[in-house]
């Protein structure tokens, strides 16, 4: 039987000569395609030597490095399921994945040690080990004495390959099961679609712990054998110093807003470029439109999400159009169905649902969750609303859910919610998400008093400092209204639309 193991899709299209660069660092330091050959390798045998079975979890909270990126790639070529964490989440947030997925292995930051001991006690982890924002760590001292030599463990393709949380709109965060063969389609459609080819260069700023910069962007560069600028962060600046090296940039909407207000963000920047890709959260038309104008190249969209990567694209090769997202991917289906689900007419707007093999097996441990959100004929409900135009590109409209992204990363507003509902003083609240020349969208909370506070003892900045160290910092309110009541319909249910509106004309100054 075939080895369906992720790794081994990846590594078969290794370069075949082993000393050319894979990751090249700010600091010149450079990754070979033999150095994460044999550093995976030292990882996975120390994986087995821990103890651990296939299937089990590794769980990663740490920030972007060479060695986290291998730590990835040594998890699934030893046949466990990678599980990587925002290093912005806080106590409550790593309690609860970890109690949820059990990980038999928590790779931390060293600082964080002591709350990772903690949590891991909780949760019952055997294993807790050190990985530094320098590459140093118990990780690597610990995996050093071991072979550099690993036979890629068997797995089959709708074996687990990667646990991603996302957050739920009942506040409650839902892990999305993604296997070796949901993986390896979207990478082999992506790299494809998207024309990789011998002299690519990825100049890489993505985080590495969702699938834009863990999967999307590296797989395609791996799967062709192409160096990438490996940074461990988006810095306009050092962007511009970069551009110039590389032949394919991917990014979320911020980091293009923040090029162009880079005075210097020139055509001369983008002479070597062959591809620019923007996704995981919309992209303003008045930049897409800027861009051309100041670069000469057509940002390419997509449209993706955690439950299955990327589901459409704008052609490499054909028009892109600013707005849409394109056309279906050859690996995947999208229909767009009314409430009724019957199929939507061009320019209608309906129900976005997806179909295909890099669509997600479900949800980790709830499998009424997925029933949920799976058709009868197996089509998953993304919760976009979308309609496509007569020519079959693809556009999003909004979001069923009244998600928040911002600057590319997701805020689902019930887990806000719950929190400034429990501060004193607080009756009830409301998250929203209003628009952001750098965000894409900014979190904001509108607050309604209870009854006899005082008016002192509520105000913008107690409500945040309450929340600070509570979340992550990408999920704190930007801005929070107190108000008198919450606009409701007849059936009592907020009109977050009404707020929207109401206070991105108040911060628009009309």
Not at 26 to 45: F, I
Not at 64 to 80: F, S
Request: aromatic share 8%.
């Amino acid at each position: 039987m075939a080895n369906e193991n992720l790794y081994r899709v990846l590594a078969s299209r290794f370069p075949k000569h082993l000393a050319s660069p894979c990751m090249i660092l700010a600091d010149g330091r450079v990754w070979t395609y033999g150095d994460v050959q044999r550093a995976s390798a030292r990882m996975a045998n120390l994986m087995l030597a821990l103890g651990l079975q296939k299937g089990d979890r590794v769980a990663a909270q740490v920030e972007k490095t060479p060695e986290a990126m291998v730590l990835y790639l040594a998890a699934i070529r030893a046949g466990m399921v990678f599980l990587p964490l925002n290093p912005a989440y806080q106590r409550q947030e790593v309690e609860y994945f970890l109690c949820d997925a059990t990980p038999g292995l928590f790779v931390c930051r060293p600082q964080a040690r002591p709350l990772a001991d903690e949590a891991a006690a909780k949760a019952g982890v055997k294993h807790v080990l050190e990985l530094g924002d320098d590459g140093r760590g118990s990780l690597i001292t610990s995996a050093a004495p071991h072979s550099d030599n690993f036979n890629t463990v068997q797995r089959k393709g709708d074996d687990l390959a990667a646990i991603l949380y996302t957050s739920g709109t009942t506040g409650r965060s839902k892990g999305a099961m993604l296997t070796h063969r949901n993986l390896a389609v979207n990478a082999l459609t992506l790299h494809e679609y998207w024309g990789f080819k011998p002299g690519d260069v990825l100049l890489h700023m993505l985080p590495i712990f969702h699938v834009h910069g863990l999967f999307i962007a590296s797989h395609c560069a791996l799967l062709k054998g192409s160096p990438m600028l490996f940074e461990n962060k988006f810095d306009a600046a050092r962007a511009l110093q970069l551009l110039p090296q590389a032949t394919v940039f991917m990014g979320v909407p911020t980091y293009y807003t923040r090029l162009l207000a880079e005075p210097g963000f020139t055509r001369e920047h983008c002479r070597q470029m062959r591809l620019f890709i923007s996704g995981s959260a919309p992209l303003l038309r008045e930049n897409f439109d800027d861009f051309i104008d100041r670069t000469g190249h057509t940002i390419l969209e997509r449209y993706g999400m955690t439950e299955g990567a990327i589901f459409t694209s704008n052609p490499y090769g054909g028009e892109r159009r600013g707005g849409t997202v394109g056309f279906p991917l050859p690996c995947t289906e999208v229909r767009i169905v009314d409430d009724a689900g019957m199929e939507c007419a061009a320019e209608d707007i309906g129900n976005i649902q997806v179909r295909g093999g890099n669509v997600f097996a479900g949800y980790w441990q709830m499998p009424e969750k997925t029933r949920e959100e799976f058709t009868a004929d197996s089509w998953f409900k993304t919760g976009d609303m979308g309609k496509r135009d007569v020519d079959g590109y693809v556009s999003i409209i909004g979001r069923s859910k009244d998600l928040v992204i911002t600057g590319g990363l997701n805020v689902y507003p019930k887990e806000i919610e719950e929190r400034i509902d429990a501060i004193t003083g607080v009756a009830e609240s409301a998250i929203i998400g209003l628009p952001d020349a750098d965000f894409g969208e900014a979190v904001t909370a509108v607050v309604v008093r209870a009854r006899g506070a005082t008016g002192t003892a509520l105000t913008e900045a107690s409500i945040i400092s309450a929340l600070r160290g509570e979340i992550a910092s990408f999920k704190l309110p930007k801005r929070v209204f107190l108000v008198d009541d919450l606009p409701r319909n007849a059936m009592g249910k907020v009109q977050k639309n009404i707020l929207r509106q109401r206070y991105s004309m108040q911060t628009s100054g009309s």
